[in-house]
């Protein structure tokens, strides 16, 4: 079992920037893939960024490369995903996941692709 627990959203103005942290429980976290989603208001929740288990791999939404990062820290159970050049379409409630079978790749790109989740941390970019 995975426990997932977002933190460091809020609300920036455009251009501005966040740094999302997610800290996972467990002894596994260093052999699982973990993406960063995102959820606007009746909108579907969205891939953002995938690393793999080796954090060899990344993958990231068009709409957003160059602009946000993801990185893992497996001494600290932690992912991040460093947000730049905010824009208000970039406004959504982001969630961690993670997948449930070990040593994958940052292929994962749907929600069913991931077994555990975190609360989610609201982000608003103010125009």
């Known amino acids: 079992q995975v426990q997932l627990v977002e933190s460091g959203g809020g609300l920036v103005q455009t251009g501005g920037s966040l740094r999302l942290s997610c800290a996972a429980s467990?002894?596994?976290?260093?052999?699982?893939?973990m993406g960063w989603f995102r959820q606007a208001p009746g909108k579907e929740r969205e891939v953002v960024a995938v690393?793999?288990?080796?954090?060899?791999?990344?993958y990231y939404r068009d709409s957003v490369k160059g602009r946000f990062a993801i990185s893992r820290d497996n001494d600290k159970n932690t992912v991040y995903l460093q947000m730049n050049s905010l824009r208000p379409e970039d406004t959504a409630v982001y969630y961690c996941?993670?997948?449930?079978?070990?040593?994958?790749?940052?292929?994962?790109?749907?929600?069913?692709?991931?077994?555990?989740w975190g609360q989610g941390t609201q982000v608003t970019v103010s125009s």
């Open positions: 467990g002894r596994t976290f260093s052999s699982r893939a």
């Open positions: 690393i793999s288990w080796s954090a060899d791999n990344t």
């Open positions: 996941a993670a997948r449930g079978g070990y040593f994958g790749g940052s292929n994962y790109l749907h929600v069913n692709d991931y077994d555990y």
